[in-house]
C-alpha cells in the first residue's frame, strides 16, 4: 500500500471509506534493488499500575484512548490490540495445571477481521481452557463453522439498543482519542447448579457482564454465560470449579498493549549498515500535547453492584444498576512504563527479535495517579489533524546500533540521515491487492436454534461505517440461540427472561452505570448500532444479527 498521505487518510473517513473494507494479502515482493519486505514490527507496551487489595475481586473498569494507530488499513496481517487487559479467576492455591482462561479482548484490530477500517472495533476475547474456545461478543466466535461452534454461543446479548455485529462492535469512524469505557461485572441472573450437561460437575452463577461508556450509549450490553467457562470440566472434572463462572476475578492485572504485525522493511548501505522503515504509525494527543491513553482503571468488590441486585432478584428495592464508586478502589501509576517493540523478521525467535529504541522519542508519564500515557520528544516525532483529533506521527525510519550495554538496538533517525542507496526514503509500502469480504452467515436450517423457536420480529438491517451490512431479527430474550446453548432448562430460562425483563424496565441506556471519567470526551459507538425495539417488544427482547457481509 502507497505511504498514506493526509489526502488519502481524509478520503478513508469520507464517504469513499467502504473501499478500505476489504481483506488483503500478503505484501507484494520487493525487487532485487529495493528493500527487503519481509520485515515487521511487534511486541508489547508495558503500564505499571499499583496492586491493591485482594477483597476487589468482583470485576474491573477501565477508560482507553481509540484512535486509528496506522493512516492506513494495511491488510489482514495486520493485528494489533489498543491498550487493554487479561482478567483472569483469582485462586487461594497455585494451580498446578495450565489453566489458562480469561476475558481479554479490547479495542484492536485482528487477522479476522473481515471490514476492517483504519478506526478501531471492540472485542470481548472471552478465553476457555487453553483457547479450546473463545467468544467474541453475541453469535462470534472460534471460527467460522457452526458444526464446532466453539465459543459461538458463549455471549448472551442483554442490551435492547445495542446491536453487535460479529464483526465486532464499531466505533464512530474518525473516532480519533476519545475514551471509550468498559468493564466487566458479575451479576446473578442464575442460579448455580451442581451438575454441567449432565455431568457430576458444577456451573456457577456468575454472569460476567461487560458494561460499556461511551458518548451515545451506556449500561450493560452482553454476558458471558457460565456454561462457557464450566464445559472443559465436563471432560476433566478434575478442573471443577477452577473458572470464571465460580471464581472470583484477580484485581491485579496486566494493563498493556499487544501488537503482532505492524509493516515494514529493511535495507543496507555501502557500508554495510542496516537500516529499517516502519509503516506510518499515529498517537492521540489533545490541545496541551498530552497523550492520555489509560484513565481510572478500577476494582470493584461485591458490594459495588452484586449484593443488591442479589436482594433485588430476591424481591427487594429495585437495584439502580449505577456502580458504587465506595466499593472500588483505583489503580495508582507510577509513570514508569516499559516497551518490547522490535523490528523483526515473521517467525523470529523472542530472544533474537532486536528491540526499538522507544525511550528516544516516547516517555511514559503519568499525568495523574489515575492517567497514564506519553510525552513525546518532538524532534523525532510529526504533528497531523486526524478527523477532529490530533495526533502525533511516530519515526517511520531506524538504524541498527550498538546500545550502552552493548546489545544492538533500532534508534529512531531522521529522514534526511537515511543514506539515499537503501531506496528505503521512496520505497512503498505497496497496495495489497483486495480480496472481497467473506460473509459472515449463521445456519439457516429450519430445525436449528436460530429458527426453532426462533425470531419474534425481522429480518431488519443496519449499515455501520465499515461498508457492511448486517442483517438481524429480534428475539425473546430466552429464545436467542445463545441461550438455548447455555445448559439451562426451560424453567431456568424462564426465570432468567423475568430478572431481564426487569432490567430492560429499569436500566436504561442514557444512565450512568461505570463511573465517568474525569477528563476527556467519550468516544461514540457507530450510531447504526444503536437501535430501537418494535413496538411491544422493549421490554424482554433483543436483537441478534444473523448475517453480516458487504454492502452492495
Not at 444498576?321 to 465506595?326: N, T
Request: with cysteine; hydrophobic share 40%.
Amino acid at each position: 500500500m502507497a505511504l498514506a498521505m493526509m489526502s488519502n487518510f481524509t478520503h478513508a473517513f469520507g464517504k469513499c471509506a467502504v473501499a478500505l473494507v476489504v481483506a488483503y494479502s500478503a505484501l507484494g515482493c520487493a525487487r532485487a534493488d529495493e528493500p527487503e519486505r519481509d520485515t515487521l514490527m511487534s511486541g508489547y507496551l508495558l503500564v505499571p499500575n499499583d496492586r491493591v487489595a485482594d477483597e476487589f475481586d468482583a470485576g474491573f473498569s477501565m477508560y482507553v484512548a481509540a484512535w486509528p494507530l496506522l493512516e492506513q488499513y494495511p491488510g489482514n496481517k495486520f493485528q494489533t490490540g489498543l491498550f487493554g487487559t487479561w482478567m483472569f479467576a483469582k485462586y487461594d492455591d497455585k494451580p498446578t495445571e495450565k489453566l489458562y482462561s480469561d476475558i481479554e479482548g479490547g479495542l484492536g484490530w485482528w487477522r479476522d477481521t473481515q471490514f476492517a477500517t483504519p478506526t478501531p472495533k471492540f472485542i470481548m476475547g472471552a478465553v476457555a481452557l487453553g483457547f479450546s474456545e473463545w467468544a467474541n461478543g453475541p453469535g462470534a466466535g472460534k471460527g467460522r463453522d457452526w458444526d464446532q461452534p466453539k465459543g459461538k454461543y458463549g455471549v448472551v446479548q442483554l442490551s435492547p439498543n445495542v446491536l453487535w455485529p460479529p464483526d465486532g462492535l464499531n466505533l464512530k469512524q474518525g473516532t480519533c482519542g476519545e475514551l471509550f469505557g468498559y468493564g466487566y461485572l458479575p451479576l446473578p441472573l442464575i442460579e448455580p447448579s451442581s451438575t454441567t450437561a449432565g455431568a457430576d460437575v458444577p456451573t456457577g452463577n456468575q454472569c460476567w457482564t461487560l458494561f460499556l461508556s461511551s458518548g451515545n450509549f451506556k449500561g450493560p450490553v452482553a454476558f458471558v454465560a457460565p456454561y462457557f467457562w464450566s464445559r472443559p470440566t465436563v471432560a476433566k472434572p478434575e478442573l471443577a470449579g477452577r473458572f470464571l463462572d465460580l471464581r472470583p476475578s484477580d484485581p491485579n492485572r496486566a494493563l498493556q498493549m499487544e501488537t503482532q504485525f505492524v509493516p515494514a522493511m529493511q535495507a543496507q548501505d555501502a557500508e554495510g549498515n542496516r537500516y529499517a522503515r516502519v509503516a506510518p504509525m499515529l498517537y492521540p494527543i489533545d490541545a496541551a500535547g498530552e497523550s492520555a491513553v489509560v484513565h481510572r482503571i478500577t476494582s470493584y468488590n461485591r458490594r459495588a453492584l452484586w449484593d443488591d441486585v442479589s436482594t433485588w432478584f430476591a424481591g427487594g428495592a429495585a437495584a439502580s444498576g449505577e456502580i458504587r464508586v465506595a466499593d472500588s478502589v483505583v489503580h495508582k501509576f507510577s509513570g514508569r512504563g516499559g516497551a518490547t517493540w522490535g523490528i523483526h523478521e515473521p517467525g523470529a525467535a523472542r530472544e533474537n527479535r532486536i528491540l526499538v529504541d522507544w525511550q528516544s522519542f516516547a516517555t511514559p508519564i503519568a499525568f495523574a495517579d489515575d492517567t497514564f500515557g506519553y510525552q513525546w520528544n518532538d524532534e523525532l516525532v510529526g504533528r497531523q489533524t486526524i478527523g477532529n483529533g490530533q495526533c502525533v506521527s511516530l519515526p517511520e525510519f531506524y538504524r541498527l546500533d550498538a546500545s550502552q550495554q552493548g546489545k544492538p538496538r533500532w534508534r529512531a533517525i531522521r529522514p534526511s540521515d537515511v543514506p539515499p542507496e537503501t531506496k528505503l526514503a521512496e520505497a512503498e509500502f505497496q497496495r495489497p491487492t483486495a480480496v472481497r469480504p467473506e460473509p459472515y452467515v449463521t445456519p439457516d436450517d429450519p430445525a436449528s436454534d436460530w429458527k426453532s423457536p426462533g425470531p419474534s420480529a425481522g429480518p431488519f438491517t443496519a449499515n455501520p461505517g465499515d461498508g457492511s451490512e448486517v442483517t438481524y431479527y429480534w428475539y425473546r430474550f430466552a429464545d436467542q440461540p445463545a441461550m438455548l446453548n447455555a445448559d439451562l432448562t426451560d424453567d431456568e430460562r424462564e426465570s432468567l427472561q423475568r430478572r431481564v425483563e426487569l432490567i430492560h424496565k429499569n436500566w436504561t441506556k442514557d444512565r450512568q452505570y461505570l463511573p465517568p471519567p474525569e477528563r476527556g470526551e467519550l468516544a461514540d459507538i457507530d450510531a447504526a448500532l444503536i437501535v430501537t425495539p418494535p413496538p411491544g417488544m422493549e421490554i424482554g427482547y433483543v436483537p441478534i444479527a444473523t448475517r453480516q457481509a458487504l454492502k452492495e
